[in-house]
């Protein structure tokens, strides 16, 4: 395990590189422990930047125990005879290195970029030119510095929440590299006489910013400006301009401020492409944000001791992402939290699929509710938790359009089991049946949920192939009539309702199949079934025995289909293939010998009869 270290440099062009022969490497000795250096890793050019050299880029991977540490490294150059490259700095204690410093509070994904600046060439009798050198060292973070600003921007020309995460953390990493310029001179040594720091790297920041806003910010031709910008939109860039500026906090002035305002107004356009617009590049930001909003709120957690309404207002503004945390962390209590919970589905955007989200919420509440707070629940305040537990599963099951995500209408519909069962013994204003009505109407409610989301969820057939094998239209429904029927109730009669009318609905999607594809279905998925709740298995079993009667009159050999599966484990389906498959009229005249082994010799099945009762080895091989 370690971290992957992105080395961006621009080369000298007096090295005089031939890309196609030259090489350039990063040489250490500390990435591998040891006191030689040599190479950790090798760069590629990848832009010719004229009369600046090239553009280099390289990666390595860094021992996890180097984090936080202090490493030398240098590039080292193929040209000619090869050589090092040169720091214009007068060494102190030893040889001047460039020094490379990890934060792990910075590390993003597993990755570090170390933005580096001009890898420059010693030139001969510099010593009379050194103060020279040193203002062109500076001249030269600043040319490195816009270039690594360009790099970094681009990754924003595709716009997600991925990029944008991305594009934050790594210009972190160039602002805490370009701002602290440091060398390795026996140890760690900042190169405080260049006079280059954080004022410097932020005036270039800004001025970079001021330079991709311009195009937005013409008042004529603008459309001929903005063809070569990296962001198309110019509300995006606003705010990616805005969130750098708090991030960095950065001095802007006055009239930055107004084009600020600017990028941030939007344009005249259709309602839909407005609508499209905003909706996309929020998209973005609440992503990137979202967990800066949590901690914000952890760390003014004491307010909510001075208002006790404050948790509602806060889950109301929290991205639904973080509201199990948040719920979690800020020990909310179960009715408040269910309101809060019950709401944001409620009103949350038609476009919000993220399953898992919804699921590790109800999670979040149903392992609230089984803790000893929920016990202590009053009368009143449990039959509103169970009407919120009610709306949440309604709400949860019109969210979830695929049977692959059942597991999270299975959650809601436990969560109301669990409330249900912590029903208190009190009785409100003396009448024992106050809540009785309530309770069972809610319970029947939920029952009628969950079937409408079955009967969504399940728009095709069960099975969708034939002979010899039949599988399942949807591969995890078997699984999710598992995880609702093996939910409990408190209520003994309400339970024997809730699973009979389940198995009910599913026996009538088995009975729509054809019969044969019935039994098939029954004995070829046979080990899935073992692993259910054996009330399932019992349904399928049913189903292909009732299918046998019909199947006869289609399939004559209808052992003969089933012979590949382990036939012991479906006696009594064997057997009643066995019986349905006799001739009437041997039943009727038992005594006709002559008819049973002429039934006997021609049924394609009988061998089968004889390998079920393990006697097919005393059988000679002539009568198969």
Request: aromatic share 10%; proline share 3%.
């Amino acid at each position: 395990k370690g971290i992957t270290v992105y080395f961006h440099a621009i080369l000298s062009k007096d090295f005089k590189l031939n890309p196609e022969t030259d090489k350039v490497f990063v040489k250490s000795g500390a990435f591998c422990g040891g006191a030689k250096w040599e190479n950790i890793c090798e760069m590629s050019c990848v832009k010719h930047l004229d009369v600046h050299g090239y553009l280099i880029e390289g990666y390595t991977v860094l021992p996890i125990e180097y984090m936080n540490k202090f490493i030398a490294y240098k590039y080292w150059i193929s040209s000619g005879e090869g050589e090092y490259e040169f720091i214009y700095k007068k060494q102190v204690v030893d040889i001047v290195n460039r020094c490379l410093y990890v934060n792990s509070n910075l590390i993003n994904n597993g990755e570090w970029h170390q933005y580096d600046d001009i890898v420059c060439k010693k030139v001969k009798s510099w010593w009379s030119y050194f103060q020279d050198k040193s203002k062109g060292v500076v001249e030269g973070k600043k040319i490195a510095a816009e270039i690594m600003l360009e790099n970094i921007f681009s990754i924003l020309g595709t716009w997600s929440p991925i990029n944008m995460s991305n594009f934050l953390y790594q210009l972190k990493q160039f602002h805490v590299v370009a701002a602290h310029p440091c060398v390795y001179d026996g140890g760690w040594m900042p190169w405080t006489e260049l006079g280059f720091g954080m004022q410097q790297v932020n005036d270039l920041l800004l001025q970079y910013m001021r330079k991709i806003a311009r195009p937005f910010l013409l008042p004529e031709g603008a459309e001929a400006s903005q063809k070569g910008v990296v962001m198309k939109s110019k509300l995006a860039l606003g705010l990616t301009l805005l969130t750098i500026v708090d991030a960095f906090q950065l001095p802007a002035a006055k009239e930055d401020l107004a084009g600020l305002c600017d990028l941030l107004c939007l344009e005249k356009k259709s309602q839909k492409a407005v609508e499209d617009e905003f909706h996309q590049t929020m998209e973005v930001f609440a992503s990137s944000v979202r967990r800066t909003l949590l901690q914000l709120m952890k760390e003014k957690k004491y307010l909510m001791e001075l208002d006790l309404t404050l948790v509602k207002s806060w889950m109301c503004v929290l991205p639904t992402e973080n509201l199990a945390e948040f719920i979690e962390d800020f020990s909310v209590d179960i009715l408040t939290s269910l309101q809060g919970v019950s709401y944001r589905l409620q009103n949350a955007a038609p476009s919000f699929k993220k399953p898992e989200v919804v699921e590790r919420l109800v999670k979040t509440l149903l392992s609230l509710v089984c803790g000893e707070r929920a016990r202590a629940l009053q009368a009143r305040s449990w039959l509103s938790c169970l009407t919120l537990c009610f709306k949440l599963h309604e709400s949860v099951c019109a969210r979830t359009e695929r049977v692959l995500e059942f597991r999270v209408p299975a959650a809601s519909a436990m969560l109301i089991a669990t409330l249900a069962g912590l029903q208190p013994t009190e009785q409100v204003l003396g009448d024992e049946t106050a809540l009785e009505n309530p309770v069972v109407e809610i319970l029947s409610e939920a029952l009628t949920c969950t079937r409408s989301w079955f009967k969504s969820a399940l728009s095709q057939k069960l099975l969708k192939e034939r002979h010899p094998h039949v599988t399942f239209t949807f591969s995890a429904e078997l699984e999710a009539w598992d995880e609702f029927v093996k939910i409990s109730f408190p209520d003994e009669q309400f339970n024997k309702r809730w699973k009979s009318t389940l198995l009910a609905d599913l026996e009538r999607r088995i009975q729509e199949e054809d019969p044969v594809n019935r039994i098939l279905a029954y004995c070829c998925q046979q080990q899935r079934l073992r692993g259910l709740d054996r009330s399932i298995g019992c349904c399928f079993e049913t189903c292909a025995i009732e299918a046998v009667t019909a199947a006869c009159q289609t399939q004559s050999s209808l052992l003969d289909m089933i012979s590949s599966y382990n036939m012991d484990q479906f006696s009594q389906l064997v057997s009643t293939i066995i019986v349905k498959s006799w001739p009437r009229k041997i039943e009727r005249s038992q005594d006709d010998f002559d008819e049973i082994l002429h039934h006997l010799l021609t049924w394609p099945d009988v061998k089968h009869i004889f390998s079920f009762n393990g006697m097919s080895a005393c059988i000679p091989p002539k009568f198969w």
